[in-house]
Antibody, heavy 120, light 108 residues
Framework: EVQLVESGGGLVQPGGSLRLSCAAS????????MHWVRQAPGKGLVWVSR????????TYADSVKGRFTISRDNAKNTLYLQMHSLRAEDTAVYYC?????????????WGQGTLVTVSS | SYVLTQPPSVSVAPTKTATITCGGN??????VHWYQQKPGQAPVLVIY???DRPSGIPERFSGSNSGNTATLTIYRVEAGDEADYYC???????????FGTGTKVTVL
């Protein structure tokens, strides 16, 4: 059974940093693209970032580029999102999602999400 | 940047058909994926590559894509279909994924 479990969310002050983790199991993690998607309270889904199966290729939404870094440890079956210079508008539930073999395909599994609140 | 527009809400009676549109410039040239999200839950993939259904998704869910509009159709709607639905594409021009604005389906 595929499982994605996010952790690391919490309350952080504006300008602060946070690192999210996503522990994957039930599939060969190193074979798939992985993604981060966020959802502000009461709002829609917004794509944040993606990383290739071997970690060599990453892409970011314009709103987080230069502040967020996606990475993965295939030995630990874990996906990460390092977030710096956090702003109030980064407040959201952050989901990790499993992609498919190609870089532009759908997300067939999602985690339950972790809430990040940026507030003083 | 590429924009996907969905109606904010669709209301449908049980056993009837719900049609959810996703508008985008020449979206017919892109692959469209659809997600269902119930309150307090993570999204679930219901249609991928325009019209394919993942295993476990009822045949009542159907997708199509042509011109400037992609469509998710839910036949014989049930109370359990009440949820938010989002379309998604990958935009090759920006190398970014884009989600639609979302449609809340209410079962009367």
């Amino acid at each position: 059974e595929v499982q994605l479990v996010e952790s690391g969310g919490g309350l952080v002050q504006p300008g602060g940093s946070l690192r999210l983790s996503c522990a994957a199991s039930g599939f060969t993690f190193s074979n798939y693209w992985m993604h981060w998607v966020r959802q502000a309270p009461g709002k829609g889904l917004v794509w944040v970032s993606r990383i290739s199966s071997d970690g060599s290729s990453t892409t970011y939404a314009d709103s987080v580029k230069g502040r967020f870094t996606i990475s993965r440890d295939n030995a630990k079956n874990t996906l990460y999102l390092q977030m710096h210079s956090l702003r109030a508008e980064d407040t959201a539930v952050y989901y990790c999602a499993k992609g498919v073999y190609d870089s532009s395909g759908p997300y067939d599994y999602w985690g339950q999400g972790t809430l990040v609140t940026v507030s003083s | 940047s590429y924009v996907l527009t969905q109606p904010p809400s669709v209301s449908v009676a049980p056993t009837k058909t719900a049609t959810i549109t996703c508008g985008g410039n020449n979206i017919g040239s892109k692959s469209v994926h659809w997600y269902q999200q119930k309150p307090g839950q993570a999204p679930v993939l219901v249609i991928y590559y325009d019209s394919d259904r993942p295993s476990g998704i009822p045949e009542r869910f159907s997708g199509s894509n042509s011109g400037n509009t992609a469509t998710l159709t839910i036949y014989r709607v049930e109370a359990g279909d009440e949820a938010d639905y989002y379309c998604q594409v990958w935009d090759s021009g920006s190398d970014h994924y884009v989600f639609g604005t979302g449609t809340k389906v209410t079962v009367l």
